[in-house]
């Protein structure tokens, strides 16, 4: 047994990349886990893992290691989970990647019945606007839209088609240059986002003659989050949103669409996860409520 839990440690390490992710899955100290990972390489007389002080990577051996186990520990944890269908009670915990437009306006308001009915699920919404590796990171599920799903998982639309639109408040727009095309927006104070401190501000996309076309805004505030909502309710400029983030601004007219015949339409957000038998039947409840039912 001990062996095999040198090996589950292993595994862990991989799937995280990090020895300290790793170790707080484990609920080891780093170091403990360290010493563990070391123990393994000792008695096999193989390095699984080249070490740097900021990272990690598999060695050939470590990567035939890995090939070879963790389909097998993934098995064996899928079927003690499964154990859980014989329990009367419904249970489980699921973690979750995903953007926070999507966790505020689509999982959490199908999700929170859900909580309420089923006192010993537990939901880990881990919110993130960069892709993960889910599997890497040691998520159950994603989601994405539709065209940035891989092939090898398993895909559950949960949205209408995703609607981009430039909008602003009627108090930004009063005595301002009028916006008729694209090109205007230079005129203007604008509202952009960036996916993190590593990436420049995102170019807005159009559709002009079933084209795309991006625009890259000069904008003077920039956010990652719901800010930039708050920022164009407050008259700061003009922002490019998902139409399903301001339609009820848009119904009520405290915000006005611009160049609505440019405006360009993505695929669905999908929920995403990988393609493996086993799941428990909370999981596939859960599934069940996001699917999107038009």
Not at 101 to 109: G, K, M
Not at 130 to 146: E, N, T, Y
């Amino acid at each position: 047994m001990r062996h095999f839990n040198e090996l589950h440690a292993f595994i862990t390490v991989a799937r995280a990349g990090s020895f300290t992710a790793a170790a707080q899955r484990l609920g080891v100290s780093k170091s403990a886990l360290s010493q563990t990972i070391g123990h393994l390489e000792g008695r096999l007389n193989l390095r699984l893992f080249n070490r740097t002080t900021r990272s990690i990577s598999l060695t050939p051996a470590g990567a035939q290691l890995f090939g070879e186990t963790e389909p097998h520990f993934a098995a064996i944890q899928d079927g003690i989970d499964n154990l859980g269908n014989f329990k009367d009670t419904l249970s489980g915990s699921i973690r979750i990647n995903t953007s926070e437009l999507a966790a505020n306006l689509i999982l959490y308001p199908k999700l929170k019945p859900l909580l309420a009915q089923y006192p010993e699920l537990h939901i880990d919404l881990v919110v993130d606007n960069r892709w993960v590796d889910i599997v890497g990171q040691g998520f159950d599920m994603g989601v994405r839209l539709g065209y940035a799903v891989h092939q090898d998982m398993i895909a559950v639309q949960i949205s209408a088609a995703a609607k981009m639109v430039v909008v602003a408040s009627p108090d930004y727009l009063h005595g301002k240059p009028a916006v008729a095309d694209i090109s205007d927006l230079l005129q203007h104070r604008l509202i952009g986002m960036r996916f993190s401190s590593d990436h420049q501000q995102t170019a807005w996309e159009f559709s002009v003659n079933n084209q795309t076309v991006a625009f890259q805004p000069q904008a003077p505030f920039s956010a990652n989050n719901n800010l930039r909502y708050q920022a164009v309710r407050d008259g700061l400029g003009i922002a490019w949103l998902p139409e399903m983030a301001v339609k009820n601004d848009l119904d009520s007219g405290s915000l006005i669409e611009l160049l609505g015949e440019y405006a360009i339409v993505y695929e669905p957000l999908y929920l995403y996860y990988p393609n493996r038998k086993g799941h428990l039947n909370i999981f596939k409840i859960v599934v069940d409520a996001l699917r999107w039912r038009d």
